[in-house]
């Protein structure tokens, strides 16, 4: 039992059960061979220190594409105190490649600037992609990606 969880993701990685938990100081792991018995393993993705995760990560999400080793960790990040202003992150296994941008022609996106600038500029992360073509918007245009 998990006393005081907010959202939690559960996946079948290997031979492993992973479920990572939401909370205000990063996303929180767990372990288990069998699914009923688990090891806390704490603290696996610290805060950003950036303006987009202040308030903590939430509703965190794991990605498998085949079941034999983790992708991403797919995580909101709680800008707002009350946990209603969220942003998208994604955290990568070490010696993952950074991904690049879906649509290339994404410039337009935000007028005089790219959704890299753009989320660098408002604090949100370190790159970014279009998630919104045609958008003027950088709120919704810009998907901030930023990584541990």
Known sequence: ????????????????WVMVQESGSGTLAATSADGLAWCDRGLVLNLTGGSWDAYGQVTPSLFSSDGSRLDALLFGGASDACWCRNR???????????????????EGCVADSDCTEACRDGGYGVDGYCAVPGS???NACCACVSYP
């Open 88 to 106: 998208i992150g994604q955290a990568l296994p070490a010696g993952d490649p950074t991904p690049t941008d879906p649509d290339p022609g994404c």
């Open 136 to 138: 003027l918007d950088p």
């Open 1 to 16: 039992m998990i006393l005081n969880a907010g959202a939690v993701d559960v996946e079948r990685i290997a031979d492993t």
